[in-house]
């Protein structure tokens, strides 16, 4: 059975490996990048299930990532999750008309953010395969 497939991409690694460690017992199979500029030519080429982006970020930050996730025909139904420590109702707003479809304000409770995952995925017939 195919699994779900998550991007993620945070410039601090101790937060990605944390994020991929995670998701990866629930049974994902997930791609980390530290680079955002690498991730989304990867996305691109390669649309992924779902994608969690940190927002600042050195080079392309995260509200650009989702921009050009959302506004690109391939990969515009991908859902981008975005992971910050800004939490203002206009930065809410903000990640909002960027395309974000969720937003998870850090330090990051797992099993908030793992919930939150499962809700976005697509199910395009597939069954889930979390916890296996």
């Known amino acids: 059975m195919k699994k779900f497939r998550v991007v993620v991409i945070d410039d601090v690694e ?3 490996d944390l994020i991929v460690y995670n998701l990866s017992k629930e049974g994902l199979e997930v791609e980390a990048f530290s680079d955002s500029t690498e991730a989304l030519s990867h996305i691109m080429k390669n ?3 779902i994608v969690l982006s940190d927002w600042m970020m050195p080079g392309l930050d995260g509200l ?3 921009r050009r996730i ?3 025909a391939l990969t ?3 859902p981008v999750v975005m992971l910050t420590c800004r939490g203002s109702i206009k930065d809410y707003r903000e ?3 960027a395309g974000a479809r969720d937003y998870v304000v850090k330090p990051v409770r797992m ?3 793992i ?13 889930l395969t979390f916890g296996q």
């Open 115 to 127: 919930r939150r995952v499962k809700l976005l995925l697509p199910h395009r017939g597939r069954q």
């Open 47 to 49: 649309p992924p299930d």
């Open 95 to 97: 990640a909002g008309e």
């Open 111 to 113: 099993e908030e953010l």
């Open 76 to 78: 515009c139904n991908v």
């Open 64 to 66: 650009e990532v989702c």
């Open 14 to 16: 101790d937060i990605l």
């Open 70 to 72: 959302h506004n690109n």
